[in-house]
């Protein structure tokens, strides 16, 4: 087995050539930014403004309790105009903090660069992360802080970075590596630095040998850190799955990635984390692939927080031809919205847009028994019987076959000769699971 890669996935149409060799543009920044209170896994913020009052670019603007939470700030400087309920991209509806621009581009006094970064301790180092607001910038949000806070029972060996971006049409990771592979390996120092490991990897498909040669340059003067393409395939950058590939350790069921020594974080997320140890710069802003069949010119963007998807769609040329599905993020992972009147968060990464006749019929038949499914999932599941417990409401017997285990990438339904939407009664199943562990806490 080619030591940098992992069994089963399967390979997709990765449609990347449409935005991969285009230079990311600045996004028009709009009149208006919708800040939602919400952007990250862990405990909301609450407004540490109210209407009426003057903000300016990079203020924080919301924080929330506990340690699994990332404070929010202004993406740009303008006039709190309203704090109102609007659609969000992870679903439902959230608060959101509107600031009317005024066009001033003024920084908070907060924002101002570190005279020695390399002087910082690992301490310090987490303090900005947090204050930075930081958080998993490949689409699961996760606060970035709490990685990277010490545990004594458990050394971190590796630290890398996940390069590979196997979802379709997203590039906009491949874009940031060519374009700032110094702030991304400068990051990954920071990273190794505040939790003490001396080895770190950044992980890219084969297919971006061209992000791997830039990142090898900016790297080769960085001790302890090697780029290294990896095989692609779909879902290559899967945190368990890329863990495998990289080092041969198999995350436990139910474990961390802690467990067998290691880190993960995407790419952007380490150049974010450069910006705010060097430079003060919260997380405001981030690079959004717009794609799709139903979008005029599909664009890689440098986005501010806040955002309409619509805006963003708008100075994509709109749309082409009946509009099938709206998604947030990938292809394969991310969600279908109901509305392109939604702001764009700290993990968008993408909006891919379809028009209805590219859109996969969802009429379902019976499953032929060909195990199509089983040899797809990279998570060792049989994803058919965990979808026929699910239909059947039969949730211990799905936890009992490591339903929550499924990292829910959608291989399995992709290879399905039988149309079965197997993720959506896997997830379903998980919900359900997941609800009565915490009614039986209660």
């Known amino acids: 087995m080619n030591k940098f890669t992992f069994r089963g996935g399967i390979h997709v149409n990765g449609y990347k050539e449409v935005t991969n060799s285009l230079e990311t543009l600045p996004a028009n920044i709009p009149d208006k930014v919708y ?9 909301p913020c609450s407004a540490l403004v109210k209407v009426g009052d003057e903000v300016k670019k990079g203020q924080k603007i919301g924080e929330g309790k506990g340690f699994v939470t990332a404070p929010i700030h202004a993406s740009v400087s303008g006039k709190v105009s309203a704090i109102e309920t609007k659609a969000h991209p992870g679903g439902g509806y959230v608060p959101c903090i509107v600031i009317e621009n005024d066009r001033k581009e003024e920084w908070a006094e907060t924002v101002k660069p570190c005279p020695n970064p390399d002087s910082l301790t690992p301490e310090e180092i987490r303090k900005i992360v947090l204050e930075a607001g930081i958080v998993g910038m490949g689409g699961a949000t996760f ?20 390069g590979a971006e196997c979802e379709p049409y997203l590039t906009a990771d491949h874009r940031i590596m060519l374009e700032k592979a110094e702030r991304i390996v400068k990051g990954l120092h920071y990273i190794m630095k505040s939790v003490n490991c001396p080895k770190g990897i950044i992980a890219v498909e084969d297919n971006k040998l061209d992000a791997v040669e830039v990142l090898q340059k900016a790297a080769q003067d960085e001790k302890g850190i090697e780029v290294i393409p990896f095989k692609e395939k779909y879902p290559q950058g899967s945190e368990k799955q890329l863990i495998y590939a990289a080092t041969g350790r198999e995350v436990p069921v139910g474990g961390l990635p802690l467990d067998v020594g290691a880190i993960v974080n995407n790419v952007g997320t380490a150049a974010a984390i450069a910006d705010a140890i060097e430079k003060g710069i919260p997380l405001i ?27 963003l769609i708008e100075q994509s040329g709109g749309y082409t031809g009946e509009i099938g599905k709206v998604i947030s993020g990938g292809l394969m992972m991310g969600k279908t919205v109901f509305t392109d009147d939604m702001p764009v968060i700290k993990g968008t990464s993408g909006i ?29 599941l049989e994803p058919t019987t965990l979808a026929k417990l699910s239909k059947m409401e039969r949730w211990e017997e799905a936890e009992a076959n490591n339903a929550l285990s499924c990292i829910e990438c959608g291989s399995c339904a992709y290879v399905c000769p039988a149309k079965i939407n197997i993720v959506q009664h896997i997830r379903r199943a998980k919900q359900m699971i997941m609800s009565a562990k915490k009614k039986a806490k209660k």
């Open 352 to 380: 891919v847009v379809l028009k209805k006749e590219d859109v996969k019929e969802e009429t379902e038949y019976t499953c032929v028994r060909c195990a199509k499914c089983v040899d797809a999932c990279p998570a060792f």
């Open 143 to 162: 606060p970035t802080h709490v990685k990277y806070s010490p545990n004594p029972e458990k050394k971190v060996e590796f630290v890398l970075l996940n």
């Open 35 to 43: 800040i939602p209170l919400s952007q990250h896994i862990g405990s």
């Open 285 to 311: 802003e981030r690079i959004v692939t717009v794609s799709g069949t139903g979008v005029q010119k599909p664009t890689n963007y440098l986005v501010r927080v806040g955002t309409l998807f619509k805006d």
